[in-house]
């Protein structure tokens, strides 16, 4: 890609995180404190320096990029499920 390119994606991604004020926001920020659950997970030493690596590179928190990783895996996994008809039986029943 060329130089220009990538100026354009960068400011166009900006503004568009900018306008919408989703800019690295935790998730649980807008939800009622009450429904919080804390989830802990033992990860090998070199998937946890890497995660402390690329929020430092994106300036955010670590719960910040776990929770956009988790949702998304979680939304992959739904539409993975509902592509492949995988519980189109039990809605059958």
Known sequence: MSQFHDFLLMKSLKLKFERSGA?????SDTDDSAQITQVCAK?????S???D???SVLDCTKRQFIEYALSN?????????TETGLFA???QS
Do not use: G, K, T
């Open 89 to 91: 039986e039990d809605s």
């Open 23 to 27: 800019a690295f926001d935790s998730l």
């Open 73 to 81: 895996a979680c939304d992959d996994a739904s539409d993975m499920f």
């Open 49 to 51: 320096e890497r995660i």
């Open 53 to 55: 690596q690329v929020c």
């Open 43 to 47: 990860l090998p030493r070199h998937l």
